[in-house]
DNA sequence: AGCACGCCGACT
DNA sequence: GTCGGCGTGCTC
């Protein structure tokens, strides 16, 4: 092979296809695909980074090929299996394929590049003031105008030039440590022909005689915890009784080592759907099952021994997770049934961490992988299994470039793994609950909690009536009723406030003058921990005024519900109880998440309040009551999943009460007690809401009767973002049938985003084949307005239209 | 992205 | 005249 087909780091639509490159004689054997390489590119000395997709024999390129500069592996970092993913990754989200090859692999691998400036000519008086006695210096964007001025021109005239360096990050941590050829008896003899005097030998002979089957060990471990200098080890090994040899050391997170578990008893439920999946694993076909269990129903133990089976025949497993999920009761759980055989991909992993992880994988250390999003291109090869935990959740969607969904990719890559995939949700998501419908999906319910427990009695508060509107703070008579119960009792109770637009922001009582972002257009909102008013969107800051800046009033006041404001109120309420605050505020810092909700497990608190993470799969058996405050604010949002969302918020946060022996208690704060969402959420009723909903979507014609895709503008001029808009539109009317529905263009929700104006357009269709290629060269029309602050982005299949 | 080429206006 | 501003187009 002489030519290698190569996609380069350069994420331009220009630039998105493959571009050849010859294979130096020195590499003819190493060049394979799925490894990354360095390579010249555009006119001046550039080097970049770039994936081999293919090599040949033969070039198509009329022109004369550059040599590939090195390889930067020495193996190839993806499997054919993800390159193949690339082309469809990228043609599904329309995103460069480039950007697709970089999000399969941890973050560190990406490239980083650095410029450095060399002289060329060592007299010249300018060269020498320039670079100030230093042999070279870095290209960076801290430089000023006229210095990058200046560097121009001396290179212009050969006086000084630039080099470009691709830097790997990834590196492993490399150690030194000791090995040896020899055998038992050999060193038995070795041992019995030394000196007598040469006690260090002796012992580290006996060291290695005792260890033979644990070599290599590091140098420092020998050194550190059997006494062992290294200067016998250097003696040692110049009498060739061992070797030093270098071992790449792996990050192990540390923490957890969790007791071993083994395997509960299986009620009938479960039996039957462990038996189904496992017939599929057997099988070896692409088929998905819907697991659709009431909270507590123990979804977790099937998956679990599902993935047993898949282990038992030699196959590995995959299984997605929210990353709210993934706490340390969830990971202990799984790691607690298989060991080391687990890798763990959570957002907590520092990125060398990260890196590791992904190498045992790699090397095929590993046969499980539990993960986020991300996760699901995890380098598994013989895949027999993948499950994916609380199927509905939006966070499976990636919302910034590639806009994928990780629940396709996971149905793709059971296609060419020949294995079944798992959706488990106590609420799926209605396109899937539509498609077990319609019998593409295996449905499996599972209607009976485990141990038979109760469901939680739920009781609906009506905010509206004379009893409640009148209460001065956030908490009913009949929530305070039942938090004073429980506390009486001994037991825990979970508070959730639901946030959308529910924190505290700024109001003059005089003139009704609201403090807002100078960039966005929202409410700053008051952050208490650092006395001052703060802006979610673009981090923007100020102080909070003591007077109206409108109207120079002094009733300017904090209004709207935050969780810091609700724990003053619980404080007042109950002022012996013990009160745990998750919000992004106290879980900011890396291991925060974790830590509250050890301490609320230990009962070191009586009332956790928080937001939505506090819903999620969270397993306390000391909670008796779950109370919400406002279940309706999700309600008000202008987005077709809105009932969807609410529905599974409170059906989720409900299952959080009574999971053992005590049944629990539920109380739900609305606005909206007769809406269909809140009343069969109450009830836990899923198949009510999936038959009401479904009616509704099929009015509107939405998802999943129809499909949908976001295209939204954005620019800094609102006036010319809405002429992009228009155009916009225009274009996708040429290609798309009568059929097909198109809404907008319509300003967001939040129009405005650090100083830029954003509008949207909406297409709803049933089956347009023009509308795909009609995109692409949309995008590829747009791209030389990119640089004029011009942004399209298009989501297909949105999770939230806002 | 980064670079070259080319066209235009305002300076020694 | 020429320096340097930016708009355009190309990169195997």
């Not at 290698?4 to 695909?33: C, G, H, K």
């Not at 212009?156 to 492993?172: G, P, S, T």
């Not at 299986?266 to 076909?285: H, N, Y």
Request: aromatic residues 6%.
């Amino acid at each position: 092979m002489t030519v290698a087909e190569i996609i380069v780091d350069v994420p331009t639509m220009q630039t998105n296809r493959p571009f050849e490159y010859s294979i130096p004689e020195a590499l003819n054997d190493v060049v394979v695909p799925g490894m990354r390489v360095e390579v010249p590119f555009g006119r001046g000395k550039r080097k970049i980074q770039g994936f081999v997709m293919k090599t040949k024999d033969q070039s198509d390129f009329k022109g004369k090929l550059k040599p590939i500069s090195r390889v930067i592996d020495l193996k190839p970092v993806l499997s054919n299996e993800m390159l193949q993913l690339s082309y469809w990754l990228a043609d599904k989200t329309y995103s460069f394929q480039i950007s697709c090859l970089q999000t399969m692999l941890p973050s560190v691998m990406r490239a980083k590049y650095k410029q450095y400036a060399i002289p060329l000519d060592k007299t010249d008086p300018e060269v020498l003031n320039l670079f100030q006695g230093q042999a070279t210096f870095e290209i960076t964007n801290s430089l000023t105008d006229s210095q990058i001025r200046l560097i121009n021109r001396l290179r212009k005239n050969e006086k000084i030039d630039l080099r470009y360096v691709v830097e790997n990050k990834a590196q492993q941590i490399k150690r030194q440590a000791v090995m040896t050829d020899l055998n038992i008896i050999q060193l038995h003899e070795a041992k019995n022909e030394l000196r007598g005097n040469a006690k260090s030998q002796v012992k580290l002979l006996d060291f290695l005689i005792q260890h033979l089957n644990d070599l290599p060990v590091e140098m420092s471990e020998l050194q550190k915890n059997f006494g062992i200098a290294r200067s016998a080890i250097k003696t040692a090994e110049k009498n060739k009784l061992l070797k030093i040899v270098e071992v790449t050391k792996l990050r192990k997170p540390e923490g957890i080592n969790p007791e071993k578990t083994t395997k509960l008893e299986l009620t009938d439920e479960q039996q039957v759907a462990v038996d189904q999946i496992g017939q599929a694993i057997s099988r070896e076909q692409p088929e998905t099952f819907l697991i659709e269990g009431v909270t507590g129903s123990g979804k977790t133990e099937v998956y679990l021994q599902t993935i047993e089976k898949a282990l038992q025949q030699d196959k590995t497993a995959l299984m997605l997770v929210p990353e709210i999920s993934l706490t340390p009761q969830m990971v202990n759980r799984v790691v607690g049934r298989f060991g080391n055989q687990v890798a763990v991909l959570h957002s907590g992993l520092s990125s060398g961490e990260r890196y590791d992880e992904w190498t045992r994988i790699e090397n095929g250390d590993v046969k499980v992988v539990v993960g986020a999003r991300s996760a699901v291109f995890a380098p598994l090869q013989r895949i027999g299994l993948i499950i994916i935990d609380e199927e509905h959740e939006a966070s499976y969607k990636q919302d910034d470039n590639p806009r994928y969904n990780a629940r396709d990719v996971a149905l793709w890559r059971s296609k060419v793994n020949h294995c079944p995939v798992v959706l488990g949700s106590a609420t799926p998501s209605l396109e899937s609950r539509a498609r077990a419908e319609k019998g593409v999906y295996h449905l499996i319910r599972m209607k009976k909690r485990i141990n038979n427990q109760n469901l939680p009695h739920v009781q609906i508060v009506d905010m509206r009536d004379a009893e409640n509107s009148s209460i001065k703070g956030d908490f009913s008579p009949v929530l305070k009723n039942n938090l004073q119960a429980t506390l009486e009792n001994h037991d825990q109770a979970i508070i959730l406030l639901n946030r959308r637009g529910y924190s505290s922001f700024m109001m003059c009582r005089e003139c009704g003058f609201v403090l807002k972002c100078p960039n966005c257009d929202v409410s700053l909102t008051y952050h208490k921990d650092l006395g001052k008013m703060k802006c979610h969107y673009c981090g923007h800051e100020e102080p909070v005024p003591n007077s109206c800046p409108n109207c120079r009033s002094k009733k300017i006041g904090f209004y709207g519900t935050g969780t810091q404001n609700i724990e003053q109120q619980l404080n007042d309420l109950f002022p012996e109880a013990r009160v745990l605050r998750m919000d992004v505020d106290t879980t900011r810092r890396k291991g925060a998440h974790a830590k509250i909700l050890q301490k609320f497990g230990s009962h070191q608190a009586d009332i956790l309040l928080g937001t939505q993470m506090i819903a999620k799969g969270l397993d306390f058996p000391d909670v008796t009551l779950v109370g919400v405050i406002n279940a309706d604010t999700t309600l008000s949002l202008a987005d077709f999943r809105a009932s969807e969302r609410t529905f599974q918020l409170l059906t989720q946060v409900s299952g959080r009460a009574g999971r053992a022996k005590k049944t629990g208690r539920v109380v739900i704060q609305t606005f909206n007690p007769d809406h269909y969402a809140i009343k069969d959420a109450a009830k836990q009723d899923y198949e009510t809401f999936f038959k009401q909903e479904m009616y509704l979507r099929h009015q509107s014609n939405y998802t999943p009767y129809y499909f949908t895709t976001l295209i939204s503008v954005a620019n800094k001029d609102e006036g010319q973002t809405l002429k992009q808009s228009y155009w916009l539109k225009k274009q996708l009317q040429t290609a798309l049938s009568k059929d097909a529905i198109l809404l907008g263009p319509s300003p967001t929700m939040i129009s405005r985003k650090q100083n830029k104006y954003y509008y949207q357009i909406i297409v709803k269709y049933k089956h347009e084949p023009k509308l795909h290629d009609k995109l692409l060269e949309i995008l590829n029309e747009t791209q030389a307005d990119a640089k004029k602050g011009f942004t399209i982005a298009i989501d297909n299949e949105p999770q939230h239209i806002d």
